[in-house]
Nanobody, 115 residues
């Protein structure tokens, strides 16, 4: 069974840091590009960061320089390191992979940035 499970979210003060983790099972991530998305109520899900098979990374402008996506193929894990967090980063964060034209999503992990 193909599954993605996110963890590491929580409440953090502005300027703080969090590291999100995504554990994949039922498939091998080394064969796929992986992504992190986020969503706030009433808005569309937004692509935050992606990493290719060759470890090339891309970021939405609003997080570039603050967030870092990485992958550990040996552990079948994907990470999102988030530094200098802002209140506008508050959202549910989702791990994503597209396999055979279909999107696979995790259950999401809530990140709340507030003082």
């Amino acid at each position: 069974q193909v599954q993605l499970v996110e963890s590491g979210g929580g409440l953090v003060q502005p300027g703080g840091s969090l590291r999100l983790s995504c554990s994949a099972s039922g498939f091998t991530i080394r064969n796929y590009g992986m992504s992190w998305y986020r969503q706030v109520p009433g808005k569309q899900r937004e692509l935050v960061a992606s990493i290719t098979l060759g470890f090339e990374t891309n970021y939405v402008d609003s997080v570039r320089g603050r967030f870092t996506i990485s992958r550990d193929n040996a552990k079948n894990m994907v990470y999102l390191r988030m530094n200098s967090l802002k209140p506008e980063d508050t959202a549910v964060y989702y791990c994503n992979v597209r396999r055979y034209g279909f999107d696979v999503w995790g259950q999401g992990t809530q990140v709340t940035v507030s003082s």
